[in-house]
């Protein structure tokens, strides 16, 4: 089954917003609260669809060369978070790695993240989809994957993820670390300070970590 999604264009937002992605992407123009519209115009039409279906459209969706179309597919994904097991999950990190930068691959973290909060005993298989991947996009899910756990944080995978990365320049790695500190600061702030006392950070990293303590 294959239903058919079309976003407008609107030519005057068309450059501005790949300039905002430093012209990696092509753009219809379509900035968010329009583009949810549209989604929960079609959710209607797909939620009830068995999860081998609305692979498809997602894989669809994501095909597509005009930006927004990755940030649907990967909204339809979190939103039929209930839908997906394992094998699901595998295919979702493939996509990570596709057409992938920043606004694409920390959104497909909620659907990671959401699916552990429904499968709490899953959490050390999902994060073995990321730890130590080559491709540091992945890792950067890793990273950040438990964004807002609280005291439901694993801490020895906290630690893990940014020890494996604590040297690598990647910017966008450096930006994770700090970010996930920084979030798990608002919970346990001891252990972030002792953290960033005990381990050499880069100084994005630790700028970040600190930022609100």
């Not at 930006?67 to 699901?88: G, H, L, M, S, T």
């Not at 920084?182 to 960033?196: G, H, L, M, Q, S």
Request: glycine share 2%.
């Amino acid at each position: 089954m294959m239903l058919i999604f079309e976003l407008p264009i609107h030519p005057e937002n068309q450059a501005a917003m790949a300039r905002y992605m430093q012209d990696q992407f092509t753009f219809n123009g379509v900035k968010a609260t329009e583009r949810h519209a549209y989604e929960r115009d079609f959710w209607p039409a797909v939620k009830q669809l068995p999860a081998a279906e609305l692979m498809v459209i997602i894989k669809a969706l994501y095909a597509r060369e005009a930006r927004e179309y990755q940030y649907v597919a990967i909204d339809i994904a979190a939103r039929a978070v209930r839908k997906w097991q394992r094998a699901d999950l595998l295919q979702f990190a493939e996509l990570v790695t596709e057409k992938a930068w920043w606004d694409s691959v920390d959104p497909w973290k909620r659907v990671f993240s959401e699916y552990i909060k429904r499968h709490p005993a899953e959490f050390e298989w999902v994060g073995q989809l990321f730890a130590q991947k080559e491709n540091f996009w992945l890792r950067r899910v890793g990273l950040i994957l438990q964004l807002g756990f609280k005291d439901a944080t694993c801490i020895d995978y906290l630690q893990a993820a940014i020890e494996d990365d604590q040297t690598t320049p990647e910017f966008f790695i450096q930006k994770a670390i700090g970010w996930a500190l920084r979030d798990y600061a608002k919970t346990n702030p001891e252990w972030v300070i002792d953290f960033v006392d005990t381990h050499t950070l880069s100084a994005l990293a630790q700028r970040e970590a600190l930022k609100q303590l």
